[in-house]
């Protein structure tokens, strides 16, 4: 909870920092990570990221910033966002994404919230690098791989409650197999 009744949810692996002294009048949050953020209405919301900046009055939208994968996207009201010279406005249902510096944006948000608050990870054409990434923050796994093209795109979801179901859910729709000794994951490709 914030200062002004502004709610953030952190996602694994994440942090925000902010300062408290002046809050009513700059309402600004570093973002290291993802978050899902409940803007009361007020003054200019501001979260800004190595990715990019995000502008809001009072809305709700999520924040995902990973190394070389930003993510902006908005669930209600209006939300602009800064990815380096590029201002994007988004409306509710909107997401701006940017992968390996490739922009992109999309209309694809159905639901009211981020999957990863219902402890589940979802992914619609996303290079399998950032599934296994994100698995490994989920679980706290270090994943290795062997033999795959972690460029290869990836759609679909894994709970991020269930380790067994999760190696499940990313090994069969990529057709690798995985091997868990421990605290370790590797996922591979049979040779041919």
């Known amino acids: 909870a914030l200062p002004d009744a502004s709610e953030v949810l952190l996602n694994a692996d994440s942090q ?4 408290k002294k002046g809050w009513s009048e700059k309402r600004n949050i570093t973002l ?15 979260v800004t990221t190595d990715g990019g900046t995000v502008t809001v009055l009072g809305t ?3 924040v ?5 994968f930003f993510e902006v996207s908005c669930y209600e009201g209006l939300v602009s966002v800064l990815y380096g010279q590029i201002e ?7 997401a701006l994404m940017v992968v390996n510096g490739q922009l992109r944006t999309s209309e694809t948000i159905n639901a009211k919230e981020p999957s990863w608050l219902n402890e589940e990870s ?7 690098k950032f599934v296994l990434d994100e698995f490994q923050r989920q679980f706290n796994i270090e994943v290795s791989t062997k033999n795959l093209d972690l460029n290869q795109l990836f759609t679909g979801s894994f709970s991020n409650t269930d380790k067994d179901l999760a190696l499940r ?3 069969i729709p990529a057709g690798m197999k ?6 370790k994951v590797l996922f591979y490709a049979e040779e041919p």
């Open 16 to 19: 925000i920092s902010y300062s």
């Open 32 to 46: 290291n990570g993802e978050a899902f953020f409940k803007v009361s209405k007020g003054k200019r919301f501001t």
């Open 60 to 62: 709700q939208f999520n």
């Open 64 to 68: 995902e910033n990973r190394k070389g």
């Open 88 to 94: 994007t406005k988004l409306p509710a249902g909107h």
């Open 122 to 128: 979802n992914f619609k054409s996303i290079p399998l």
């Open 169 to 171: 859910s990313i090994s």
């Open 178 to 183: 995985f091997k868990l000794e421990g605290n």
